[in-house]
């Protein structure tokens, strides 16, 4: 059985940090791209960050970029996503996301519950 199990979340200030975990089961997960997904109230859920399985390779959107770092433990079957210097526009739910398609390569994808983060100014 697949399980994604986002933690980390909580109430922080504006130019504060938080540290998000995923932790897997049911997959080989370092197979698997894996990445972040966020939603804020009334919003469409956005990527904030992609980690592919391959190559390593990382993307994030241009709001999080030199603020978030995505980083796995393939040993420990963890992602991580570091955030600095939050501001109240990172508020959101926050979503641990596997698989999906890369290019013409496709993997079952898979969601966690999410995480709620609230950034006050």
């Known amino acids: 059985q697949v399980q994604l199990v986002e933690s980390g979340g909580g109430l922080v200030q504006s130019g504060g940090s938080l540290r998000l975990s995923c932790a897997a089961t049911?997959?080989?997960?370092?197979?698997?791209?894996m990445a972040w997904y966020r939603q804020a109230p009334g919003l469409e859920r956005e990527l904030v960050a992609r980690s592919t399985s391959a190559t390593g390779r990382t993307v994030y959107t241009d709001m999080v970029r030199g603020r978030f770092t995505i980083s796995r433990d393939n040993a420990r079957r963890t992602l991580y996503l570091q955030m600095n210097n939050l501001t109240p526009d990172d508020t959101a739910v926050y979503y641990c996301?596997?698989?999906?398609?890369?290019?013409?390569?496709?993997?079952?994808?898979?969601w966690g519950q999410g995480t709620q983060v609230t950034v006050s100014s």
């Open positions: 049911g997959f080989t997960f370092s197979t698997y791209p």
């Open positions: 996301n596997a698989g999906g398609c890369a290019g013409s390569v496709c993997w079952p994808e898979y």
